[in-house]
């Protein structure tokens, strides 16, 4: 296994383990680990094995019925021993013993700048009163292509699920992504992984215990990623999307294809993707029928003209240079940007290109803000923040920074069950999200996860509409950078917002810098 | 006899809507189309020709339609293609065939570099000759190339064969020569009668993975 082993510490206590005082009547722990951390012997006593296993998944300790697992992390040196932090010097060993690179699921470890040093203005007497969350309606509606498509994208919510492929997720996992953008009457992504055969119709509707097809309202969107592999890409894949995703990078690493391991590669993987069983499924680092904007430009429009200029196109973008790069989708015709931030996650990718390369997602968002406010496309071409968003703080945040919603990729696998242990790329998920192993998958419930999406994303656009309505609004098209104040120099220099304190912007952002 | 549409000077969009009307009636011809790329895009049936030259991404998403283009196809013909046929009398431009799942491109002329990239089913032939990087990452399907390639034919080739009449600059990665079976014999035999190209099957050589995993094999625990 290609992860940092050992930085977990596994303790079982032994006067509340069923197992420790009968013999052979537990063991679920031992059933429940995908890593073979515990083993029971041959006289039905069960034994922490492996420490250097774990990864802190903590699934035993949630299985356990007399709740005596404790998992804990073992790193405390991280402070005393830096740089040579005990995960650092397995990395050296792992690469001098196997000739390879550390590959890593899930995305960035440790800070980056980020939203928490960012705090929100509430309305007082100097500014328009505040909103009453509880019995005045407030606007949390965002349309995509309502100018360009005979039928725009209309988010109940100012929020998506961005894009997870099939291969990287198991099928039960993008199931639930369908079920719980029913619910909210948002956006559920393919990814590059092409199409399950339910998930048309899982956006949409439901069956009911008479086995007829019932539609959720609101009802939620399909968006269709083309994509550099074009894996399960056909006319009839792009005609059955509400919207097309065109995928330029990602956050987790941007400048590099996908990379679906072997070990996730299974029949049904393999038969959509169009290669062997167990090989690498490696997307190209670019496109192959793309050699410069004028291209991507044709790109849009014979897209559109497949799709009977009925649904929005949509790119999405690796953290690289923002400003730039938005200018030139919106030159190429997109409906609405997703920017993937730094801290954005992805099923495998190497170590230290999801910990050290790209743009923190805060940092994106004002050069993309002004960008579109040069091409004069601000709120007409939709901008979608990706990458490390948590809840509807974060939302809130980037909204008033600028963007017209938010993506929640690894706060929705954690939504679903995940604990976030970072080891997607092993294909061994404890919890069945991101593994093809039939055993491991039949654990996940597509529907209670479809729920707890759903419940979820509802519970983050109430937070949404609290801050909204508290800083004196009542449409989140209205708010604005002056909803916020940076709270340390930093952040202030990354965002060009406001100093607390100091209540301004920093110089350089008020001689003309600034978005 | 099949009604002509002018393309000249006019848009995708307004071209496009009248072709899809026109190819339900019968075959359609379509002058002037050029500048046009993204023509004839996911159609799933019908019968168009091209007179004169195409632009780029002509036949895009074709599922099921036949295309004929009597002087040279642009950049990306049939990208993405997953049923039909598309026959270029002329010649083809950068990354012909990029994509395909399926169907028969047909080049009675040369093909730029990158021609038949990740080739996943189609069936591609070539009447001339070839750029450099031909048929990389080329997953399943036939590629053949009547006249010579360029560098790294067949680069990273996962399944598919590619069979040569000409020479080659260099060989991809993970490629392998192997002997022409009577069965690819009579394949090649059937192509060339079927659309035209003369040439003698027995001249040609075969070029095929050399393992069936050649990027990353799947990793064992360390």
Redesign the interface.
């Known amino acids: 296994?290609?992860t940092v082993n050992g930085t977990f510490c596994v303790t079982v206590m032994k006067d509340r383990c069923i197992n420790a005082r009968m013999p052979g009547k537990c063991a679920t722990c031992v059933e429940v680990c995908p890593y073979e951390v515990y083993v029971m012997d041959g006289t039905g006593n069960v034994h922490v094995q492996n420490y250097n296993a774990c990864v802190g998944c903590r699934i035993c300790a949630e299985f356990c019925p007399e709740d005596a697992i404790r998992i804990n992390p073992a790193e405390s040196e991280y402070l005393v021993r830096w740089p040579w932090t005990f995960p650092q010097v397995e990395e050296i060993h792992?690469k001098a013993?196997?000739g390879?690179y550390m590959?890593r699921g899930f995305g960035t470890m440790g800070l980056t700048p980020g939203f928490d040093q960012i705090t929100i203005v509430p309305s007082q007497i100097a500014s328009p009163p505040p909103r009453d969350k509880y019995r005045e309606e407030c606007n949390l509606e965002v349309v995509i292509g309502e100018d360009t498509c005979k039928e725009p994208i209309r988010l109940h919510y100012p929020f998506l699920f961005p894009a997870m492929s099939f291969g990287a997720l198991s099928r039960e996992a993008r199931m639930a992504l369908a079920i719980g953008a029913a619910q909210t009457g948002i956006i559920s992504n393919t990814g590059e992984g092409g199409l399950l055969r339910d998930e048309t119709w899982l956006v949409k509707g439901y069956e009911d215990e008479r086995r007829a097809l019932r539609r959720w309202e609101p009802g939620g969107y399909l968006v269709v990623q083309w994509s550099t592999?074009?894996w399960g890409?056909?006319?009839?894949y792009?005609?059955a999307g509400d919207g097309v995703e065109i995928k330029i990078g990602q956050g987790a690493k941007p400048g590099m294809g996908g990379h679906l391991?072997?070990?996730k590669v299974t029949e049904e993987v393999a038969a959509i993707r169009?290669?062997?069983v167990?090989?690498?499924a490696?997307s190209?680092c670019r496109y192959?029928?793309v050699?410069d904007l004028e291209?991507m430009k044709?790109?849009v429009?014979?897209l559109?003209?497949?799709t009977g200029?009925r649904v929005p196109i949509l790119f999405k973008l690796g953290p690289s240079r923002p400003y730039e790069d938005v200018r030139a989708c919106v030159e190429a015709g997109a409906d609405a940007i997703s920017i993937d931030g730094l801290v954005g996650g992805t099923g495998a990718s190497p170590a230290i290109v999801t910990q050290g390369v790209g743009i923190p997602t805060v940092a994106l968002i004002p050069p993309a803000v002004r960008a579109l406010k040069d091409m004069g496309a601000h709120r007409k071409v939709k901008l979608f923040v990706l990458g490390g968003m948590r809840s509807g703080l974060d939302a809130y945040k980037a909204m008033a920074m600028g963007a017209d919603g938010v993506g929640f990729g690894a706060a929705a696998e954690i939504a679903m069950g995940c604990r976030a242990c970072m080891a997607c790329h092993t294909g061994r998920c404890p919890y069945g999200i991101t593994s093809q192993d039939p055993e491991l998958r039949a654990r996940f419930n597509p529907e209670e996860a479809g729920r707890r999406l759903a419940n979820f994303i509802r519970a983050t656009a109430e937070e949404v509409k609290i801050l909204t309505m508290l800083s004196g609004h009542d449409d989140i098209r209205d708010l604005s950078e002056e909803d916020l104040r940076a709270m340390d120099l930093n952040t202030a220099a990354i965002t060009g917002l406001k100093l607390i304190g100091y209540d301004r912007r920093l110089p350089w952002w008020e001689n003309g810098r600034g978005s | 006899m099949a009604p002509v549409l002018d393309a000249s000077e006019r848009e995708l969009r307004s071209v496009s809507t009248e072709l899809k009307e026109a190819v339900t009636e019968g075959p359609v011809v379509i002058q002037g189309a050029a500048h046009l790329h993204g023509l004839v895009a996911g159609f799933k049936s019908g019968e168009v020709t091209i007179r004169g030259d195409s632009g780029d991404y002509l036949g895009v998403l074709n599922d099921g339609a036949t295309v004929r283009v009597e002087g040279n196809a642009g950049r990306y013909l049939a990208d993405n293609m997953t049923r039909g046929t598309i026959i270029v009398e002329g010649d083809a431009g950068y990354g012909a065939g990029p994509y395909c799942y399926g169907g028969t491109i047909v080049v009675k002329g040369d093909a730029g570099d990158f021609t038949a990239v990740m080739n996943k089913g189609a069936t591609i032939l070539i009447g001339g000759d070839v750029g450099d990087e031909v048929a990389t990452y080329m997953l399943a399907g036939d590629l053949v190339i009547v006249g010579s390639a360029g560098k790294n034919l067949g680069n990273y080739l996962i399944r598919g064969s590619i069979y040569i009449g000409g020479k080659w600059e260099s060989l991809g990665h993970n490629t392998l020569l192997e002997e022409m079976t009577p069965a690819d014999l009579a394949k090649l035999r059937d192509y060339f009668q079927q659309y035209g190209i003369e040439a003698d099957p027995a001249t040609f050589r075969k070029i095929v993975r050399l393992s069936e995993k050649p990027f990353y094999k799947a990793k064992k625990p360390a």
């Open positions: 296994m290609s792992h013993q196997t390879e590959l592999g074009r890409v056909s006319a009839d792009v005609r391991l072997g070990a169009g290669i062997p167990g090989s690498d490696l190209p192959y029928d050699q291209d044709r790109m429009a014979f559109r003209d497949v200029y």
